[in-house]
């Protein structure tokens, strides 16, 4: 309530008062680090201020992020549009994973912590298989010879898909070329048995008008690119044995002519056998190791679509016994934002209100904040701008 002539304040509303004031006299702070004059408060280059810490997310500063994505351009954490009826996404349980080698938002890919050693690769086309042959394009194109991790990640356990058609699967990456010289050049790929093959990626043919024909052809015996200059987008699927990626000539060519970044999907169940052969030059430039995709789907009970979460850790010069902190949010009204802080390093949080005054039961210096975003609306884009709080006011 108000406080009145003559009154003696309670101690909160006073507290409280002060969070205002210090709400509406952090843009000063926030704004600074934009119009310049932050860097030449002091000869060190930082403001001349005590028991403040606070952050504008000029760069990726959470020490913990599950679920936001971070904007570069715009210094922000912003959540991103799962609605997509067509959406699919990978678990990724790993060591590490660089979420910036998996994230490619022009083409709706994105890559987040989930958890603990858990990320998940987002993708939606125009279709669910479209979406599928986009993720694991950004997972295995190009991955090094031998590999047995995907494309940014470190000491794979486990990779789940959303989608159960392409579960209890292995994956494997073959780039290979068949080129001129006389006779046939092939690359072959030769599997133990005849299953349901799933096949993506693209192939490259290039006929400068001699008598040359090339394809990949299916252990169905449908050749799906033949003779047509150019690369070419395409995914499948084919039942049998073989895989044969050739060119064909009569002795009068020199050069490579077909050339294929295939990712082959194939039951667990099956083992794979490949080489080359030919004297039109078949060659092997890079085979991965076989890479499981689980037969459990993804956890989405534990790691629901939806949450995200930022942790902020600092350190306090003294004990922290008391706070105040603001924020800056932008955060649709079906969308729940919890902030928490910890003085302990993260061993106890309590739910703190924008500018109003915190004591903790569990001090200490270790000052982390803690924001939680929780949508369920999944089209809503949420946005996190910038943070402070002070401590010890008193």
Known sequence: MAIKDGQVADADEVMNAFGLAFKNSMNSFFNSDYDGWNAKLADAGTPQVKNL?????????????????????????????????????????????????????????????????????????????????????????????????????????????????????????????????????YVDMDFSASGTKYYFNYYAFSNSGNPATGSLEGPDSTAHVT?????????????????????????????????????????????????????????????????????????????????????????????ATNTLSTWNASIDATSTFVASISYDGGSNYETITDATIQRNTNTGTAVWLKLVNTRTDLSKIDTVMEWATAYNWY
């Open 227 to 319: 003779n047509t200059n150019g690369v070419h987008d395409y995914r499948g699927t084919t039942v049998g044995n073989q895989f044969w990626s050739w060119t064909g000539n009569s002795g009068r060519l020199s050069g490579t002519y077909f050339t294929h970044q295939l990712t082959v999907l194939y039951p667990d169940t099956e083992t794979l056998t490949s080489g080359t052969s030919g004297g039109g030059g078949g060659n092997i430039t890079a085979e991965s190791s076989p890479i499981s995709i689980s037969a459990t789907a993804p956890d989405t009970g534990t790691y629901p679509d939806g949450i995200s979460t930022l942790i902020f850790k600092d350190t306090a010069a003294a004990t």
């Open 53 to 185: 810490i606070y952050d504008t997310l000029q760069t990726d500063s959470a020490d913990v992020n599950w679920g936001w994505n971070y904007d570069a351009t715009n210094d922000l954490y912003t959540t991103v549009d799962l609605s997509s009826a067509n959406l699919i996404h990978f678990d990724i349980y790993a060591t590490s994973v660089n979420t910036s080698t998996l994230t490619d938002s022009a083409n709706d890919i994105f890559c987040f912590q989930v958890g603990t050693g858990v990320w998940r690769l987002y993708s939606w086309k125009t279709s669910t298989d479209r979406a599928v042959h986009i993720a694991l394009q950004k997972l295995f194109d190009g991955v090094a010879n031998a590999a047995t991790d995907p494309n940014g990640v470190t000491g794979l356990t486990d990779l789940r898909c959303s989608e159960s058609t392409y579960r209890s699967h292995k994956v494997v990456f073959i780039a290979g070329s068949t080129g001129g010289g006389s006779g046939l050049g």
